[in-house]
Nanobody
Framework: QVQLVESGGGLVQAGGSLRLSCAASGRTVSTYVVGWFRQAPGKEREFAGVITRSGGTTYYADSVKGRFTISRDNAKNTVYLQRNSLKPEDTAVYYC????????????????WGQGTQVTVSS
């Protein structure tokens, strides 16, 4: 099975940008569809976007479309989430998750999860 570790979180001002990384170990990340989710304080976990195994196709939630970009470097066993034009409402813990075939936003369909990385956007 694969282990996932997110990094790159921190404090950023509104309007700024931040790139999160999701590093895989145990198995090659190219085996998996990888999604990004986020959970704000007091709210349920929310789907942000997902990328296919090859990286050829991505899909985003409406709330982040046009501002977030998911990419992957299978040679580095890493998936990225580039976030631009950040807003205070983007403050959340961000998680990457993996599964073998499902390409969508249902968190229950993802088998493997990272521990999350906190992102705080100040106004």
């Amino acid at each position: 099975q694969v282990q996932l570790v997110e990094s790159g979180g921190g404090l950023v001002q509104a309007g700024g940008s931040l790139r999160l990384s999701c590093a895989a170990s145990g198995r090659t990340v190219s085996t998996y569809v990888v999604g990004w989710f986020r959970q704000a304080p007091g709210k349920e976990r929310e789907f942000a976007g997902v990328i296919t195994r090859s990286g050829g196709t991505t899909y985003y939630a409406d709330s982040v479309k046009g501002r977030f970009t998911i990419s992957r470097d299978n040679a580095k066993n890493t998936v990225y989430l580039q976030r631009n034009s950040l807003k205070p409402e983007d403050t959340a813990v961000y998680y990457c998750a993996a599964n073998l075939a499902y390409f969508g936003g249902d968190a229950r369909r993802y088998e493997y999860w990272g521990q999350g990385t906190q992102v705080t956007v100040s106004s």
